[in-house]
């Protein structure tokens, strides 16, 4: 019988795919964007196809409606209005806003 592919090192994979496309896009966004641009829409594919999340530190990093890499005073403005982090893609305006979590105290 032929051996079946285990899932979890699949999503491993996968996720270290995410990884190194998000750290690629990084890399190219101020000399080619558009190829940024295809590294996080490949992402999200990968993502999809293996349904798994893209990993927290990575998930605020990209335009969720014209896949560009974010970099905060470059392509992405952000304000703190009533106790929301307020982002705003500068190449498309899409806006996301996030709440400003409270610390905890002891």
Same mark, same amino acid.
């Given at each position: 019988?032929?051996?079946?592919?285990? /899932?979890?090192?699949?999503?491993?994979?996968?996720? $270290? +795919?995410?990884?190194?496309?998000? $750290? #690629?896009?990084? $890399?190219?966004?101020? #000399? @080619?964007?558009?190829?940024?641009?295809?590294?996080?829409? @490949?992402?999200?594919?990968?993502?999809? %196809?293996? +349904? &798994? *999340?893209?990993? /927290?530190?990575?998930? %605020?990093?990209?335009?969720?409606?014209?896949?560009?890499?974010? &970099?905060?005073?470059?392509?992405?403005?952000? +304000?703190? @209005? %009533?106790?929301?982090?307020?982002? #705003?893609?500068?190449?498309?305006?899409?806006?996301? +806003?996030?709440?400003?979590? $409270? *610390?905890? #105290?002891?």
């Amino acid at each position: 019988m032929a051996k079946r592919n285990d /899932k979890s090192k699949q999503k491993a994979l996968a996720k $270290e +795919r995410i990884i190194c496309l998000f $750290e #690629t896009a990084d $890399e190219f966004l101020k #000399t @080619h964007p558009s190829f940024s641009i295809n590294c996080i829409k @490949h992402a999200k594919k990968i993502s999809m %196809r293996y +349904r &798994i *999340r893209i990993p /927290k530190p990575y998930n %605020r990093k990209y335009c969720r409606k014209c896949s560009s890499y974010l &970099i905060p005073g470059y392509n992405m403005k952000i +304000r703190v @209005h %009533r106790g929301k982090v307020i982002a #705003t893609c500068k190449a498309c305006g899409n806006i996301r +806003r996030y709440p400003i979590s $409270e *610390r905890k #105290t002891k």
